[in-house]
């Protein structure tokens, strides 16, 4: 690289424990997703001469599940999870509570996330009624991206009751 117009805009803190999967851009620009197998961790992205620079990273542990994709939800604040179990979605904070979505039979499905759309394709297998697994495709819609989360704690706290 021999580009000259380099900026610092974050740091990944040492309790990130191995190297990210894959890093990913908030639809607002905003913030940075990087995961790992079991990590999660959300920087803000500010200039060095921006106070809120020194806004902490937010670090997610999952280590009783694998983590196979990340994904921003398109209002740039809850995540879709995808582990080796299901899809879920979470907030960014620490002890966050997640919403499962979907458990899947499959370890690693294919998996698209449109945020134009607010869906989810993903594939998995469903064992039929003649006992044959069959893979299918599955569109997962989000809906309405302001209440998404309001909605899902409320159908979790409806289901507990």
């Known amino acids: 690289l021999e580009g000259e117009n380099f900026e610092e805009i974050g740091s990944i803190p040492q309790e990130f424990s191995s190297l990210p999967k894959e890093l990913k851009i908030s639809p607002d620009r905003q913030r940075m997703l990087i995961f790992n197998a079991h990590q999660i961790c959300a920087l803000t992205l500010k200039s060095q001469g921006d106070l809120s620079y020194l806004e902490p990273p937010v670090i997610l542990n ?23 179990r299901d899809v879920e979605v979470l907030e960014i904070e620490e002890n966050s509570n997640p919403v499962i979505l979907v458990s899947l039979n499959k370890k690693n499905p294919g998996i698209f996330y449109d945020t134009d759309k607010d869906a989810l394709y993903f594939m998995d297998f469903q064992k ?32 507990q009751d």
């Open 128 to 159: 039929g009624a003649d006992g044959i697994l069959y893979n299918n495709t599955y569109k997962l819609e989000l809906g309405n991206k302001e209440n998404l989360l309001d909605d899902l704690k409320r159908l979790r706290q409806n289901a």
């Open 62 to 84: 999952f280590s009783n599940k694998q983590i196979n994709n990340d994904f921003w939800h398109s209002d740039s604040y809850p995540l879709i999870l995808v582990t080796d």
